[in-house]
Nanobody, 119 residues
Framework: VQLQASGGGLVQAGGSLRLSCTAS????????MAWFRQVAGKEREFVAG????????RYADSVKGRFTISRDNAKNTVYLQMNSLKPEDTAVYSC?????????????WGQGTLVTVSS
């Protein structure tokens, strides 16, 4: 499975962005897709994840109520709608696939897309 992320950019605080991640290869209903983010010098942080089949989702506390993860099974694409962005959301965002959802193990990773939020 190869993952291609896009949608990053520069936005002012309070603004919105939508990230997309398209998978080439089969994503099974038992899998999950997730978004992570990383700031240089810091550990990678889980942002949000979604079960491919059931559509159930999980969020980091820092983004609850502001970010929404969704998926389009027909397009093999997962989205991250980011609203009310804050400067502390600035990071490189990457998508990943887990064959065992919520296990903490991710099997496939895409390249990152940079999100910069200006104050």
């Amino acid at each position: 499975v190869q993952l291609q992320a896009s949608g990053g950019g520069l936005v002012q605080a309070g603004g919105s962005l939508r990230l997309s991640c398209t998978a080439s290869g089969r994503i099974f209903s038992s899998h999950a897709m997730a978004w992570f983010r990383q700031v240089a010098g810091k550990e990678r942080e889980f942002v949000a994840g979604i079960r491919w089949g059931a559509g159930t989702s999980r969020y980091a506390d820092s983004v609850k109520g502001r970010f929404t993860i969704s998926r389009d099974n027909a397009k093999n694409t997962v989205y991250l709608q980011m609203n009310s962005l804050k400067p502390e959301d600035t990071a490189v965002y990457s998508c990943a696939v887990a064959r065992r959802p919520w296990s903490g193990e991710y099997d496939y990773w895409g390249q990152g897309t940079l999100v910069t939020v200006s104050s």
